[in-house]
């Protein structure tokens, strides 16, 4: 962890980061760099702050009134925290896809995609289109829904709904992706089609995957997190983190021995 | 365990069964006796002079009240224009923006409000706007309705966003969207049918206020010219034709206020209809 901050490989770097809720400590300390398009796996029990970690990245933690940070987040070299930066400059930077998919039930799947363009000012059809067509094929749905591009989006099986989302999350263009628990919710063969579809992603994003699905971390992932307690537990290549972990902790859980 | 003791335990059972079932058909009776005799005594009395004449003088046969009907839609109008935006803008406040402490303090008041005798409303009306202008107007009246109207739909609004599930607000957020498009775009969208519900009924529940315009709209024997001037009302043309000593005048009060619940009744069942596929989470 001693990559310079300015690394155009390191498209996050996070410095002693706290995180409280009211006076509930949550997370503590935490230092990461976030390497730039790879695929950057948080893993650890139920509560350990990792969710709170990935929504300090884009500042969606602001949203709970009790919640408070101290620490540096830098996103390629801006620090996202710095007084005159508003949280919602932050979030078009760094995208976020949520464990429950959660498309605008009035709308239909192009409006979908387009809502962060549109409600952001941008009116040419032109541009629209180009980027619907383009999210939704990133997203590994284009050919699925090219000719129903007008129907309601909760038309959409549950696998269809949450690539749309990551298809909304990308026609704004971010460059960060945050997923929490992307997948949890969806079947083995949904989960294939998200998992096939990050490892695709990653040659242009950057992403940050929560997940409690350890086999999917050491798939999808390149780098791994192990967080307990609040505490960045060990922070390593995937590879080293499955196989010969340095810290006693994280062996046991990624062995399954607790957690 | 005994038989006896089993039988009374049924025969409680029964009566019980028996006794909820009673009170349940006094909830629905009046409005069957409402029904019968506004049916038997107004049906009759309604045609096209009853929508479209002005009444009549005293003691004369015929006429209608077509000049009330038309004041109640005028009356109901500027209600909304007074009491839909507050009460809209405020259930949003108190939903999605708001502490605790005085989102609980404004929803008291509303709910004290909501219970608020309406003949007080009148007198405050009358207090704020009939006697600085020295006259009774359609404008007060459509006012103290407006102002019943707004604790009315600020409640149901904010009832209806809070059934709006969080994930959008965040989905919406996460997009770098700012947080009054989210609520204007994603939330109010989404449970608009809602929001129309709400207003709706609460235009249906002052549609039948009587007492806050004796104070404020006053009545009047002719067409509506001026919202500065006196109105007439079908509630209004209701209570004095009702109290009047002739009987074509006891008909046509009949005839109002059946014309009167079919208007309520019309907006309920416009509710249901838009309540028909209501926007449902998906969980």
């Not at chain 2, 006429?63 to 005028?74: H, K």
């Not at chain 2, 770098?176 to 929001?195: C, D, H």
Request: contains cysteine; aromatic residues 8%; positive net charge.
């Amino acid at each position: 962890m001693s990559t310079a901050a300015n690394n155009p490989n390191t498209a996050l770097t996070v410095r002693n980061l706290a995180v409280y809720f009211g006076a509930n400590k949550v997370l503590k300390d935490v230092s990461i760099d976030v390497a730039a398009r790879a695929v950057t796996a948080i893993i650890g029990p139920s509560g350990c702050g990792k969710s709170t970690f990935l929504r300090a990245l884009n500042r969606m933690h602001e949203l709970n009134p009790e919640a408070r940070m101290e620490g540096e987040i830098k996103l390629f070299g801006d620090d996202i925290y710095s007084r005159n930066v508003e949280p919602v400059v932050v979030r078009r930077r760094v995208g976020m896809v949520f464990q429950k998919s959660n498309p605008f039930p009035t709308m239909s799947i192009t409006e979908n995609v387009t809502v962060g363009l549109r409600l952001n000012g941008v009116r040419e059809k032109k541009i629209l289109n180009e980027r619907t067509e383009q999210s939704l094929r990133m997203a590994a749905l284009w050919d699925e829904v090219k000719d129903r591009l007008h129907a309601p989006a909760i038309s959409l099986s549950g696998g269809q709904q949450q690539r749309l989302c990551i298809a909304r999350a990308l026609a704004v263009q971010p460059e960060v992706l945050l997923m929490d628990e992307p997948a949890s919710a969806l079947d083995p063969l949904a989960t294939q089609k998200i998992e096939d579809l990050i490892l695709q992603l990653k040659r242009d994003y950057t992403i940050v995957i929560v997940t409690h699905n350890m086999q999917q971390a050491a798939r999808v992932s390149d780098f791994t997190a192990f967080f307990y307690l609040g505490e960045l537990v060990e922070f390593d290549a995937t590879a080293k983190i499955f196989t010969s972990p340095s810290k006693k902790q994280t062996e046991d859980y990624v062995t399954g021995r607790f957690g | 365990m005994t038989a006896p003791n089993h039988n009374w335990r049924k025969f409680k059972n029964s009566f019980m069964q028996t006794l909820t079932f009673a009170c349940a058909i006094l909830v629905v009776t009046p409005l069957v006796l409402v029904f019968y005799h506004l049916i038997k005594e107004g049906f009759s009395s309604i045609n096209l002079a009853f929508f479209t004449q002005l009444p009549k003088p005293e003691g004369e046969i015929g006429g209608g009240m077509g000049n009330a009907i038309v004041g109640t839609f005028v009356l109901l109008g500027q209600a909304a224009v007074v009491g839909v935006p507050v009460g809209v803008l405020g259930g949003v406040f108190l939903s999605e923006y708001g502490g605790t402490k005085l989102n609980w303090a404004i929803r008291f008041a509303a709910d004290i409000l909501n219970g608020v005798p309406s003949i007080n409303w009148g007198i405050v009306v009358w207090g704020l706007l009939v006697v600085p202008m020295h006259t009774y107007s359609a404008l007060a009246g459509g006012v103290v309705l407006g102002m019943m109207m707004i604790p009315l739909v600020m409640r149901t609004t904010e009832e209806v966003l809070q059934l709006v599930p969080g994930g959008y607000r965040e989905a919406a957020l996460a997009l770098g969207i700012s947080k009054w498009k989210t609520i204007v775009q994603i939330v109010i969208r989404t449970a608009m049918k809602g929001i129309v519900t709400g207003v709706l009924l609460a235009l249906a529940r002052v549609a039948g206020e009587t007492a806050p315009l004796i104070f404020t709209a006053l009545g009047n024997e002719n067409w509506p010219h001026k919202l500065t001037e006196p109105i007439a009302a079908m509630p209004l043309q209701i209570y004095n034709y009702a109290i009047g000593p002739y009987n074509d005048q006891h008909r046509q009060a009949w005839a109002g206020a059946f014309v009167l619940l079919l208007l309520v009744l019309f907006i309920n069942i416009g509710v249901r209809f838009l309540t028909r596929d209501r926007f449902k989470p998906k969980t």
